[in-house]
């Protein structure tokens, strides 16, 4: 049982550049989540999934878009880099009573 | 003004001292309470919830509810330095689940052998 796992652990980009960070969970939840963490800023929330194929936006969504078309994976796609999306980004997915969060992707763009 | 204000610290304590965190926020239908620890480069992991006014303790750890001052605690006895980590408070008005969760920057402690 891996729990949340995400990919890359690490990504440089340069500005413009797209990519898409990977996250997956193999506990069968139907509630994921993206978060970005700042300092200062605490854990804000990007995107959400109640479900395969429903997916809602968060207190940050611009420059972010996601897809959930299973109930395992959950990617988030950077469209178009901005230094202002460097962060440490994390995938988590809900039990009824706990957020499970994976280790997290640190993201630098210069 | 944010809805859920932490202390970001950093705070400092002898190992075996009794820690004492804390969160205040302004939204009162903030129902459901949360605190993670967070270890240094890794994700949140859940220590503690609880959606009432009063005292919950498990083990060593203390959360605390105040909602008629919209504050919450959370105490750690016997501390180690092992409980050297950050901890986030977080909140939300579903009463059964985590959805939106709204978190505090977190309170980064050290516990000093």
């Known amino acids: 049982n891996a729990g949340v796992t995400q990919t890359p652990k690490f990504q440089v980009l340069k500005t413009g550049q797209s990519m898409t960070l990977q996250c997956a969970q193999d506990m069968n939840h139907e509630y994921m989540s993206w978060y970005r963490q700042d300092p200062g800023m605490g854990l804000r929330l990007i995107h959400y999934s109640v479900g395969a194929g429903i997916t809602d936006q968060g207190e940050v969504p611009n420059g972010y878009n996601v897809s959930r078309s299973t109930t395992e994976d959950f990617p988030l796609r950077l469209l178009s880099a901005a230094p202002s999306q460097t962060s440490v980004y994390f995938c988590?997915?809900?039990?009824?009573?706990?957020?499970?969060f994976g280790p997290g992707t640190r993201l630098t763009v210069t | 003004q944010k809805e859920v204000e932490q202390d970001p610290g950093p705070l400092s304590v002898p190992e075996g001292a009794i820690v004492s965190l804390n969160c205040t926020y302004s939204?009162?239908?903030?129902?459901?309470f949360m605190w993670y620890r967070q270890y240094s480069r890794k994700g949140p992991e859940l220590l503690m919830y609880?959606?009432?006014?009063g005292n919950k303790e498990d083990g060593r750890f203390t959360a605390q509810v105040d909602k008629s001052s919209k504050y919450i605690s959370l105490f750690i006895r016997d501390s180690q330095p092992s409980d050297s980590a950050t901890y986030l408070c977080?909140?939300?008005?579903?009463?059964?689940?985590?959805?939106?969760?709204?978190f505090g920057t977190g309170t980064r402690l050290t516990i000093i052998p």
């Open positions: 609880t959606y009432s006014s």
């Open positions: 977080a909140m939300t008005p579903i009463n059964f689940g985590n959805e939106k969760l709204t």
């Open positions: 939204n009162s239908a903030f129902q459901y």
């Open positions: 988590a997915s809900k039990s009824p009573y706990e957020q499970y």
